[in-house]
């Protein structure tokens, strides 16, 4: 089940897409990421108990998982949701959303918050939907000596404003 899911989500249901098509659209479809190519990779082990501080973790560890098995990007976010719709409470995503929105920057620590920011842009993927909302969240929680700079540098990234604010807090 889980194999045709991950088939029927890398084509969209239509297997007459061209290769052409995913490369434009820089999506890796080529060749399918299967439930037992998935596991030859040892993924680690998840039995649901820790909450949403556990499956962060645990999706944190499985992008080298995902890279190794040449999951495409869907497919990963298919499994990401799965998992947080069958592990985390509604309740304690709400939770985690809430304090995704009011998170800043506490003193100068600019490391401490970055390592907050993408624990819980981890789990509020539908508050935070693509890479220009994650920037333009993440920029809106710098403190003010550095947020126009940051702001006004237009990065394209995420990780390009993260290293922005790092060298600016420097």
């Known amino acids: 089940m889980i194999d045709q899911a991950l088939l029927r989500n890398s084509t969209n249901g239509d297997e007459s897409r061209s290769l052409h098509e995913d ?7 080529t060749c399918p990421c299967f439930y037992a190519d998935f596991m ?11 909450g949403v ?48 929105w009011n998170l800043k920057v506490k003193g100068n620590d600019v490391p401490t918050y970055t390592e907050c920011f993408q624990e819980l842009t981890l789990i509020c993927t539908k508050f935070i939907a693509n890479e220009t909302e994650k920037i333009d969240k993440y ?20 990780d390009e404003t993260i290293e922005l604010a790092n060298d600016l807090m420097d």
């Open 139 to 158: 920029i809106s929680g710098l403190p003010d000596n550095i947020y126009e700079n940051v702001k006004s540098s237009r990065p394209k990234t995420l």
């Open 40 to 50: 030859k990779c040892q993924p680690l082990n998840f039995k649901g108990t820790k």
């Open 23 to 29: 490369n434009r659209r820089n999506v890796q479809t």
């Open 53 to 100: 501080v556990g499956l962060t973790r645990l999706i944190e560890k499985m992008e080298s998982v995902f890279n190794i098995s040449g999951c495409a990007i869907e497919n990963q976010e298919v499994l990401k949701k799965k998992m947080t719709d069958k592990y985390c409470p509604q309740g304690e995503i709400k939770k985690l959303e809430i304090e995704l």
